[in-house]
C-alpha cells in the first residue's frame, strides 16, 4: 500500500493494486459521519463495439445496453441488493454515463459490512429472462421521463448535431426500441468482458482506517477466481473533425425557447496531463468570456436574451469532448448568433485578457477547495480523472501553471465554423 | 460521532446561530428572512432577493459583484426562494473558503461577513427606489422563472396537485410567485416593501465552520443592526378532507404524471412526528419501500414511484410517472399500500430497515453545512427546539402501534393526473 500527501490541502490518499488488477484508493476524512464507496467500471453508453471475451470478432450489442446492465446487477436470485444495503442502514446508488458505470454506497454505520456488500453485489451478477422482460418495462418509463424533459432532449439534440458517427450520440438509457433486444446473454457476455477487476476501481472516503480496510479487501478478492485480466479492445469508426449537423429545432410544449451552442473539439485524443490542461484551459476561457462578472455576460442580461438558466460547460474524454453554451431565451435567434459573435471576437482578443484569467482561475482554486468538501465529488471525479490517466489533485497545480498564451492558442484552435453547431427547443 | 449542535445568540432584530466544526474546508454564511406566505406579498419576497444579489451601491453591477467574489477565491453566492408550511423563506448562502487552506492569508470570512451585509443593507437605489435597469432586468428574468415551471412537466405536475388540493388555503400559493402580480410591481413599491421586510421578518443569521466564535459574534454584531420586532407566527391550518378530489388534465407529454396528495394531520414539533417519518419511510420514502417495490418492482410500471412529507404543513405526496392507460391500475397499488400501512401489513424487518435508512440520512445530511443549515432551521420555523440526538432517539424508539395510528389519521385528499394526449 503507498501513501500519497497533498501538503497543502491537508489530505493523505492510500493506493493498491490488488492482484487481480483492481485499483484501490482510500481518502480517510476525519470528523465525517458518512464513509462513501464507489465501485466503477470503465464501461459506459460508448462501448458499443468490441471483441467479447474469449472471442475473436468486433460485435456491436444494442444501445443502451450499459445502463440496462446497471439496473439488473441489483437483481440476485434472493431478492434485491438495495433492499439488503437498507437492512445495513446504507443508500445505495448507480449510473452510467458515456464511459463509466459506477455503483455506490454511502453509510453512517456498518461500513464494512455495507462494503463487502458492495464489491460482492458487483462481482456476482445474476441475469434471467424473465427479469430482464421485467425491466424493459421500468426502463422504458425512464426514457419517456428523458423524453418529457427538454432540457434533456436539447442536451442530446446539441451532441447529436455534433457527431457523425461516435456512439456518444447515442441516448445513454437507448431507446425503446434497442432495449427491446437486450438478453440475458448478451448482459453476460458484456459483463463477462467489461467487469473483469483489471478494468475496475475502488473508491473509499470517510472516517475509515486505511489499513484495515485495505486488508479486507485484499482478502475478499484473493478469496475469488478471475480470469487473467486480458486488454479490452473496443472499436470506434472514424469521426470527421467537423460537426455532423449546423442546426436542429426540436418544438415541445414549453413557454420559453431554449438554445445550446455546442463547439466539437478538435483535438479529442488527449489523455494525462495534457487533457487536465486543456479541459481547464476551456473552462477558463468560457468563464472569461460568459461568466457572471464578465462585462459580456452583463450585456446579454441586461438586453434580455439571456436568463439565470445561462450556463457553459466544457468536457472531454478519450476519443470525444465538447463546449456547451446556452439556456432559456425569449430571443432564440438572436442570442445565437451574439454567442457566435462572441466566440469569434474572442480570437482577435476581445473580452480575454491576463488580468481577468488570472482572477479566473483564483475563483476555479477556491472552487476546487470547495468541492473537498463532498465526498461524492471526490469519488466520483477521482476515478473519471483516474480513468483518463490524470489525477484530480493536480487540477490546483495545472491551475497556476496555465499561462495567457495557453488560453489564446486553445482559442485559436477551438473557435472554428466548422466546429460549431446549434440546438433549439421551441415551443410548439 | 459529530453531531454539531448551534450556539444560539439573540441580538437585537435577529438571531446568530454559529457551529463550529473543522469539517469543512470552507465557511458558510446563511441568512434567512421569513414571513407569512400571503397572496399579496409572495411576488414581492419572490422578486426582492434577485435584486438585492445582483449589485449594491458599493458594487454597482454584475460584473463588479461578481469579481469581487472571485477575488475572495471564488466565493459562492446565490439565493433563494422557498415555502416552509405557510411561511415564505428567503436565503442568502454565502459559502467561502476557509483561509488557512490558502498560500496567502486573507481574512476571508470578515469580508465575507460585510459583504452580506452590503448586499442586505446597501442595495443600488435611486431615491426611495430600486435601480432601474436592475429592477426590469430582474422582473424579466422572474417571469421567466414562474414560465419555466411549465416547461419541466414532473415539477409542474407537483405545482398542479398543490394548487389543486389546497386552493383556498395559504399552502396553494406559489412560492415563486405569479405574472399576474408581478406586473403590478413598480420599483418603488418594491423598495417600500425592502423596508418593511427589513423591520418584520423573522431573521436568523448562521455562520459554519472552523471559525472562532468570539470574533464572529464581533463582526456580526458590528455589521448587522437591526431593530427589535415581534415575528408573526402562524400555525398551519389542518383542513378536514369532506370530499376527496380527482383532477385529470391533458397535456403534451409521452409519460402520465401521477401526483397523489394526503392530509396527515401531523406537523414537525408535534408528539407523533417521528411515527410518520417512519411511516413515509416504510410507505415510499426510499427504494425500499412499498411504493417502489410494488409499483416499480413488481407491477413495472414506472420508473420512479415516491412519497414525501411536507413537515410543516403536514401533507404527504406520492409521485410517479406511468403509461396514461395505466392510470387505474397505478392508482389501485397506491391505493393498496396505503390499505396496508392502515392495517399494520408490514413487517418487523421493514420498520427496523427504514430506522436504520432514516437515521443514516439524517446523519448524512448534517455532514454538509448546508444540510446542517436547513435541519436546524425546522425549529426556527416550527418554534420548538429539537436536537438531532433527541430526533435519532425518538426514531429509534417507534413501534408498529404509533406507526399504525399515525396512518389510521392519514386522508386521502387529492388524486392529480397528467395526462398524455397520445392515449
Same mark, same amino acid.
Given at each position: ?428 | ?162 394548487? #389543486?388540493?389546497? @386552493?383556498? /388555503?395559504? !399552502? ?11 406586473? +403590478?410591481?413598480? &420599483? ?78 401531523? #406537523?414537525?414539533? @408535534?408528539? /407523533?412526528? !417521528? ?11 426510499? +427504494?425500499?419501500? &412499498? ?85 436546524? !432551521? ?14 435519532? &432517539? ?30
Amino acid at each position: 500500500m503507498e501513501k500519497i500527501t497533498f501538503e497543502q490541502l491537508q489530505e493523505d490518499i492510500f493506493h493498491e493494486k490488488m492482484t487481480n488488477g483492481l485499483e484501490v484508493f482510500i481518502l480517510p476524512k476525519k470528523g465525517f459521519n458518512k464513509s462513501f464507496a464507489t465501485f466503477t467500471t470503465k464501461y459506459g453508453s460508448i462501448d458499443n463495439r468490441f471483441i467479447p471475451l474469449g472471442k475473436e470478432d468486433y460485435a456491436k450489442v444494442p444501445d443502451g445496453i450499459a445502463h440496462f446492465l446497471e439496473h439488473k446487477l441489483f437483481e440476485k436470485e434472493d431478492g434485491d441488493v438495495f433492499q439488503q444495503f437498507s437492512k445495513q442502514g446504507a443508500s445505495a446508488n448507480a449510473f452510467t454515463s458515456f464511459t463509466r458505470t459506477a455503483y455506490l454506497f454511502s453509510s453512517t454505520a456498518d461500513f464494512d459490512l455495507n462494503l463487502k456488500t458492495l464489491i460482492d453485489f458487483v462481482q456476482d451478477p445474476y441475469f434471467s429472462e424473465k427479469t430482464v422482460e421485467k425491466e424493459k418495462g421500468i426502463i422504458g418509463q425512464e426514457i419517456k421521463m428523458y423524453d418529457d424533459n427538454p432540457d434533456w432532449r436539447l442536451y442530446f439534440g446539441t451532441i447529436e448535431n455534433m457527431y457523425h458517427n461516435h456512439p456518444v450520440k447515442i441516448d445513454i438509457a437507448g431507446t425503446v426500441e434497442t432495449i427491446a433486444e437486450i438478453t440475458k446473454d448478451l448482459l453476460y457476455e458484456c459483463y463477462e468482458t467489461f467487469y473483469h477487476p483489471s478494468n475496475m476501481l475502488l473508491f473509499i472516503v470517510g472516517p475509515v482506517e486505511p489499513e484495515e480496510i485495505m486488508e479486507k479487501i485484499r482478502n475478499n478478492q484473493d478469496g475469488k477466481e478471475f480470469q487473467p485480466p486480458q486488454e479490452i479492445k473496443r472499436q470506434f469508426e472514424t469521426e470527421p473533425s467537423d460537426v455532423a449537423m449546423k442546426d436542429r429545432t426540436l418544438h415541445m410544449s414549453v413557454q420559453t425557447p431554449k438554445i445550446m451552442l455546442g463547439i466539437k473539439s478538435p483535438d479529442p485524443d488527449l489523455s494525462g496531463q495534457e487533457l487536465l490542461k486543456k479541459e481547464l484551459t476551456v473552462s477558463i476561457l468560457l468563464e472569461m468570456l460568459l461568466g457572471k462578472s464578465s462585462p459580456i455576460h452583463e450585456e446579454l442580461y441586461m438586453n434580455g436574451l439571456i436568463d439565470q438558466t445561462f450556463s457553459y460547460d466544457f468536457t472531454q474524454e478519450a476519443g470525444f469532448g465538447f463546449a456547451l453554451i446556452g439556456g432559456d431565451t425569449k430571443h432564440p435567434d438572436e442570442l445565437t448568433a451574439k454567442l457566435k459573435q462572441i466566440l469569434f471576437e474572442a480570437k482577435t482578443g476581445k473580452g480575454i485578457s491576463e488580468e481577468s484569467m488570472k482572477r479566473v482561475i483564483k475563483k476555479r482554486i477556491g472552487l476546487f477547495l470547495r468541492s473537498l468538501n463532498s465526498p461524492e465529488y471526490i469519488a466520483n471525479q477521482f476515478t473519471r480523472y483516474a480513468f483518463n490517466d490524470m489525477n484530480l489533485f493536480d487540477v490546483v497545480p495545472v491551475l497556476e501553471q496555465i499561462e495567457f498564451k495557453d488560453v489564446k492558442a486553445t482559442t485559436e484552435k477551438l473557435i472554428d465554423e466548422k466546429f460549431i453547431t446549434v440546438c433549439q427547443v421551441l415551443p410548439k | 460521532m459529530g453531531i454539531s449542535l448551534d450556539t444560539i445568540k439573540k441580538n437585537p432584530g435577529y438571531s446568530v446561530h454559529i457551529v463550529k466544526t473543522a469539517q469543512y474546508k470552507t465557511n458558510t454564511l446563511v441568512l434567512k428572512m421569513k414571513a407569512p406566505l400571503k397572496h399579496e406579498t409572495a411576488t414581492y419576497r419572490s422578486l426582492l432577493p434577485y435584486i438585492l444579489q445582483s449589485n449594491t451601491a458599493t458594487y454597482k453591477s454584475t460584473p463588479l459583484l461578481r469579481s469581487y467574489l472571485d477575488e475572495l477565491y471564488g466565493a459562492s453566492f446565490y439565493v433563494d426562494v422557498a415555502k416552509k408550511g405557510e411561511y415564505q423563506i428567503i436565503s442568502f448562502v454565502l459559502e467561502i473558503a476557509n483561509e488557512k487552506f490558502l498560500h496567502n492569508s486573507e481574512p476571508l470570512l470578515e469580508k465575507g461577513i460585510a459583504f452580506l451585509a452590503d448586499v442586505l443593507f446597501n442595495p443600488n437605489k435611486d431615491g426611495e427606489s430600486f435601480d432601474v435597469a436592475t429592477f426590469n432586468n430582474e422582473k424579466r428574468s422572474l417571469q421567466q422563472r414562474i414560465q419555466s415551471i411549465y416547461d419541466d412537466k414532473m415539477r409542474y405536475a407537483t405545482t398542479r396537485l398543490v394548487e #389543486v388540493m389546497c @386552493d383556498d /388555503e395559504p !399552502y396553494g400559493i406559489d412560492a415563486s410567485g405569479d405574472v399576474e402580480s408581478l406586473g +403590478s410591481i413598480t &420599483k418603488e413599491s418594491l423598495y417600500s416593501y425592502y423596508k418593511k421586510a427589513l423591520l418584520e421578518d423573522e431573521m436568523d443569521v448562521y455562520v459554519i465552520g472552523d471559525i472562532n466564535e468570539v470574533e464572529v459574534h464581533k463582526l456580526i454584531d458590528q455589521h448587522f443592526k437591526l431593530p427589535n420586532r415581534e415575528p408573526v407566527r402562524m400555525k398551519s391550518e389542518q383542513k378536514k378532507v369532506s370530499e376527496v378530489k380527482e383532477k385529470i388534465e391533458e397535456m403534451d407529454v409521452k409519460q402520465g404524471k401521477l401526483n397523489i396528495g394526503y392530509r396527515t394531520h401531523i #406537523v414537525y414539533g @408535534d408528539p /407523533e412526528y !417521528y411515527a410518520l417519518q417512519v411511516f413515509n419511510g416504510i410507505f415510499g420514502g426510499f +427504494s425500499h419501500s &412499498k411504493l417502489f417495490i410494488n409499483v416499480r418492482e413488481k407491477a413495472s410500471l414506472a420508473y420512479y414511484a415516491a412519497s414525501r412529507l411536507e413537515s410543516h404543513k403536514g401533507l404527504l405526496m406520492v409521485m410517479s410517472g406511468i403509461e396514461s392507460a395505466n392510470y387505474d391500475q397505478a392508482v389501485n397499488i397506491i391505493h393498496e399500500q396505503m390499505n396496508d400501512m392502515k392495517q399494520g401489513n408490514f413487517t418487523d424487518e421493514e420498520l427496523s430497515q427504514t430506522k436504520a435508512v432514516i437515521k443514516n440520512q439524517l446523519l448524512e445530511t448534517v455532514d454538509s453545512a448546508r444540510g446542517l443549515v436547513e435541519i436546524l !432551521y425546522h425549529n426556527v420555523v416550527s418554534g420548538y427546539a429539537v436536537s438531532l440526538e433527541e430526533w435519532l &432517539k425518538k426514531t429509534e424508539a417507534i413501534t408498529k402501534e404509533e406507526i399504525v395510528a399515525v396512518a389510521q389519521k392519514v386522508e386521502l385528499d387529492t388524486i392529480y393526473f397528467m395526462k398524455g394526449t397520445e392515449v
